[in-house]
């Protein structure tokens, strides 16, 4: 596990409370962005947040993404890159300024819109804050997630055609899981992780996995590096609140 990230997001969490200002805030401000495929029929799309509250969605859309912001500091104006080479389309959705960090009054909401149309890989670096992802759907390929401080809630549940790996790299905080019961999943956990709490999975040789684990073609292979928190694995039909 990358531990400077750790005390990094401790750091930035410990000036905040001294509640002075690193810089001033702007006016309230929104924006919106729509990134065709431009007949990419693959993606990879890469997520930099390093503090506020991220939405990321799983959508029926010929768009790769259709997203919309809101924020009051400069620096953290989203950036949207993308750029086809060949059939692979690569997305970026950045902050403006990548280092340093504000402290006081900050306001900084994503809400990513991604469509189901093509296979993705995703790297998503998180700092700290809120971040719910609702993957239901998407033709996955990939998934990285490097935490920062806070919650994270991840749903890959449902159907999927193709195995995929999905790393987690954890932080401070907390995470859930709801995991597919229709295709195989292991849960492998590594490091100081406070606790975890499986619902729908039992312990396997030092993992956790499903009931359809080794049974269907499809297998979900998930690695957690888990720093100080707790973990909820979800694997079985249920509503969430």
């Known amino acids: 596990m990358r531990y400077p990230r750790v005390k990094l997001a401790l750091l930035v969490l410990a000036l905040a409370a ?3 200002a690193c810089d001033e805030p702007i006016d309230y401000r929104t924006e919106s962005r729509t990134v065709a495929l431009e007949g990419a029929t693959r993606a990879e799309v890469v997520l930099d947040m390093s503090a506020g509250e991220l939405r990321v969605q799983a959508v029926d859309q010929d768009a790769l993404l259709e997203a919309s912001f809101e924020y009051n500091r400069e620096r953290d104006r989203p950036v949207v ?10 997305l970026q959705v950045r902050r403006a300024r990548r280092h340093g960090f504000s402290i006081g009054r900050i306001h900084n909401k994503w809400d990513l819109r991604l469509g ?3 296979p993705v890989d995703l790297d998503i670096d998180l700092g ?4 719910d992802l609702d ?14 401080v806070g919650e994270m809630n991840l749903d890959i549940q449902g159907e999927h055609k193709e195995s ?3 790393k987690i790299d954890g932080g401070v905080g907390s995470a859930k899981l709801y995991l597919p019961v229709e295709v195989g999943v292991k849960v492998r956990v590594d490091g100081g992780l406070g606790s975890v709490n499986p619902h729908g999975l039992t ?14 073609r499809v297998t979900i292979e998930i690695d957690i590096d888990a720093g100080i928190g707790s973990g909820d694995l979800y694997c079985k039909p249920l509503i969430k609140t």
Not at 128 to 131: E, F, I, L, V
Not at 135 to 148: A, F
Not at 203 to 216: H, L, P, T, W
């Open 164 to 166: 995929f790996d999905v």
């Open 135 to 148: 993957l239901r759907g998407l033709p996955i390929r990939r998934i990285d997630i490097d935490m920062g």
């Open 18 to 20: 001294l509640a002075a």
């Open 128 to 131: 700290a804050g809120q971040t």
């Open 81 to 90: 890159d993308y750029h086809r080479f060949g059939d692979k389309g690569t």
């Open 203 to 216: 312990k396997q040789g030092g993992a956790y996995v499903n009931d359809a684990y080794g049974r269907s």
């Open 116 to 118: 189901r149309t093509v």
